[in-house]
């Protein structure tokens, strides 16, 4: 697998696509890798959850935010959306495994790729919950309305969708 830890340029040309396919193809997979290698552990976690539950119920969803390229396109981030494994409410979802890989960051695709979730998340959730301990991803989820909580070790935000 090609790292895409070296710094490379791309055109100014990117686009967040939903992925439905349950097998992940090779150039997300050097992401979480590259995720990994920067220090994310989490991420790493990514391809065997997704193996074990493709995150494609009503209301979940894998996002990737992609650098046109000629003959296609390059991984720059991801983010998913999926039932909270961690409460028993039926009603509440997840954000989870949300990475922009260091060529991609400060373009505002972490933005884009949480619209896209929130759009999804939407008519199918009630709350959603989300952990992160990075003050930047803190920030941008709280300017969506995301409010910190404490007391929880699974969660350090949550959003009423005030649905169902
Ligand atoms: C946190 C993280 C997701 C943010 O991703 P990102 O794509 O850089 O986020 P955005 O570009 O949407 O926003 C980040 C900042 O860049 C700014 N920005 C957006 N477009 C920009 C542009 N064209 N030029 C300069 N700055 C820009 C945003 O205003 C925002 O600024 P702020 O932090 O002062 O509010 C990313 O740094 C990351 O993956 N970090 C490591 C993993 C991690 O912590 N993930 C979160 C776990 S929940």
Known sequence: MTSLL????FGSETFITPW?????????????????????E?????????RERPFL???EGLFVAWAQEQDGGIPLGMACLSADPHVADPDTGRLRY????????RRGLAERLLQACLARAQPRWRRLRLHTVNP????????????????EAQATHALDLGRR
């Open 6 to 9: 070296q710094p490379y340029s």
């Open 20 to 40: 439905t396919d349950p097998v992940l193809p090779s150039p997300l997979l050097s992401l979480v890798a590259d995720g990994v290698t920067e220090g994310y």
């Open 42 to 50: 989490w991420v790493g976690d990514f391809p065997t959850c997704w």
């Open 57 to 59: 119920d009503e209301g």
């Open 98 to 105: 949300i990475y922009l890989h260091p060529n991609g960051r």
């Open 136 to 151: 930047l991803a803190a920030r941008l989820y709280e300017r969506y309305g995301f409010l910190p909580i404490t007391g």
